[in-house]
């Protein structure tokens, strides 16, 4: 039987148990665990895939906190984490026609679709029965995996940092400068002021913004990830200067940075994938109409404000969730174009996956953090793989 990692409701409740109620003592590398998986039959339009190499995400993070909802409970006791991966076709069903045996592809983490094609569920979280791909094998629909761009320009890490969070961004970047432009036509305005917090999505939100010609400003305490995104053209902020917005007199003064780097005017679209204090501090730096779009939460699930002063400036703020088939397909064509994500230094081994989500809890990685599964790469990705 292949080995996964797995979260059960028995390890979450142990391991709260040992830090007796005090959350900033949680390990969650004691809750993430190796386990033994057996998979389903492979079906007429299943493809297996032998997990080459996957990143960590931070819905594993909420999974193994049960900070949102205890999902390896409502789950039966126990899910098998990891919805971005890149694979290697071992197997093919009889109906399958998109790939074959030897290619190697991506997955994406669609769940059911609504009516629209946007998911209901997530995939390997709280899609019934579905197991993840933090592991050494898998069985998946062969609608759930997309080519891999290995002729990009990317290297397999890099690569691997981006099926979750590319097509996270381009459905974050289209509805918010979609948004806007029902309120302000490319005629007043055609230059943007594009703002983002937190990490991998909002990195590459701006690499978006400042490839079809905004101005895009990142802000972060990560000076790697700000030099990284500075050497691409795209402005940075030291998160830290202004003690993660602690007090209403650190929001203050980021607004008035804000506005002194865009001439007085603000942001018009903001990415903040973070919430807590940095939602406010958001807020305060939008320039008129704009734009507050989010699809995280990592500080914070509630949000309030005033609506009358966000009505009277014209705010939206517009939450998503993930991206429809047809949209991951689509970022997916942006590879190494337009993302070039921020890889953390340290590719982890596969059993050291669990000090990898927990290494990305405590927020002291130095960019998206990848880790190897397969010892032995194909020879299609070896050259990648250095």
């Known amino acids: ?37 057996v998979l389903r039959e492979l079906g007429p339009s299943d493809v297996k895939l032998r997990i080459l190499a996957v990143s960590a995400e931070h819905n594993v993070d909420h999974a193994a906190l049960a900070d949102t909802q205890n999902i ?25 026609r998109k790939v074959k045996v030897g290619d190697i592809v991506l997955t994406h983490c669609n769940g059911e679709p609504d009516i629209y094609g946007y998911p209901l569920r997530i ?66 305005i055609a230059r943007l ?12 939100f701006l690499m978006l913004a400042q490839h079809e010609g905004h101005r895009a400003i990142f802000c972060s305490g ?18 830290k200067q202004f003690h993660r917005f602690a007090s209403a007199d650190d929001a203050k003064a980021f607004n008035q940075q804000v506005k002194k780097m865009t001439g007085g005017v603000g942001a018009h679209l903001v990415c903040d994938m973070l919430r807590g204090p940095v939602y406010g501090a958001g807020l305060q730096a939008m320039a008129r109409c704009g734009v507050n779009v989010s699809a995280g939460w990592q500080l914070d ?59 990305m809890h405590l927020n002291t990685q130095t960019g998206i953090p990848i880790v190897r599964v397969a010892r032995k790469m194909p020879d299609a990705v070896a050259h990648l793989a250095t």
């Open 222 to 239: 990560s000076p790697e990830r700000r030099k990284h995104l500075e050497g691409l053209g795209i402005e940075s902020i030291d998160q």
């Open 123 to 188: 995939w390997a979280y709280d899609q019934p029965d579905s197991v993840g791909w933090y592991g050494e094998e898998a069985v998946v629909g062969e609608w759930q995996v997309i080519e891999a761009p290995l002729g990009c320009g990317l290297n397999l890490w890099e690569i691997a940092a981006l099926p979750l969070r590319a097509p996270t961004a381009y459905h974050l970047w289209r509805r918010a400068i979609g948004i806007f432009r029902v309120k302000v036509p490319r005629e007043q």
């Open 72 to 96: 390896a409970e409502v789950r039966g006791g126990k899910i098998f984490p990891g919805n971005s991966a890149v694979g290697e076709v071992i197997a093919a069903g009889s109906a399958v």
């Open 301 to 359: 699930t509630k949000c309030t404000y005033n609506s009358a002063n966000l009505s009277v400036r014209q705010i939206t703020l517009d939450h998503t969730h993930y991206e429809t088939v047809d949209g991951c397909n689509a970022a997916t064509e942006l590879y190494g174009r337009v993302f070039k994500p921020t890889v953390h230094r340290e590719i982890y081994a596969f059993e050291d996956l669990p000090r990898a989500v927990h290494e």
């Open 1 to 37: 039987m292949p080995r996964a990692f797995s979260i059960s409701s028995e390890s979450i409740a142990k391991e709260r148990d040992r830090v007796g109620g005090d959350m900033s003592r949680f390990d969650i590398s004691r809750v993430v665990q190796l386990d033994e998986l």
């Open 193 to 204: 002021n594009v703002l983002g917090f937190g990490g991998g999505v909002s990195e590459l």
